[in-house]
């Protein structure tokens, strides 16, 4: 069998690639205090984007998460009201109360969970 026939099954044997891993907190807070240093100019930072990209990202994955447990019949991680909202000082103040040691290995999706956790609890 040549190379041309044997490329594509040789491509369906490889397995899927895994997600895309969340970025530690440690990061997210170190492009956060950088963007703050830069005062109105932090509009103008790709960091911007990448902060909102990520942010956005583990808001959907963990709405995601939490519509499966309940579609399951499971009790979600957290109960947020229909319309629920949350400022960057929230988000940041989150980030902040990791300790640093644990920064680095300790992911935003985590952060942003044990936040909505703790700002809408599900009750008993």
């Given amino acids: 069998m040549s190379f041309v026939r044997l490329a594509p ?3 369906l044997a490889l397995p899927a690639a895994a997600p895309a891993q969340s970025m530690p907190v440690s990061t997210f807070l170190a492009k956060a205090e950088a963007l ?3 005062g109105p100019l932090a509009l103008l930072s790709s960091d911007l984007g ?3 990209r990520e942010v956005g990202a583990a808001i959907v994955s963990l709405r995601d998460e939490r519509l499966a447990a309940a579609a399951a019949g499971h009790k979600p991680a957290y109960c947020p009201p ?3 909202s949350m400022n960057s000082n929230e988000l940041l103040a ?3 109360a990791i300790p640093a040691v644990d920064r680095p290995r300790t992911d935003v999706r985590f952060a942003l ?3 909505l956790i703790k700002k809408y609890p599900c009750g008993a």
Avoid: E, N, P
Wanted: net charge positive; aromatic share 0%.
């Fill in 50 to 52: 990448v902060l909102k």
């Fill in 82 to 84: 229909g319309k629920s």
């Fill in 36 to 38: 703050k240093s830069k």
């Fill in 113 to 115: 969970k044990a936040m």
């Fill in 9 to 11: 099954l040789l491509l």
């Fill in 94 to 96: 989150a980030m902040r």
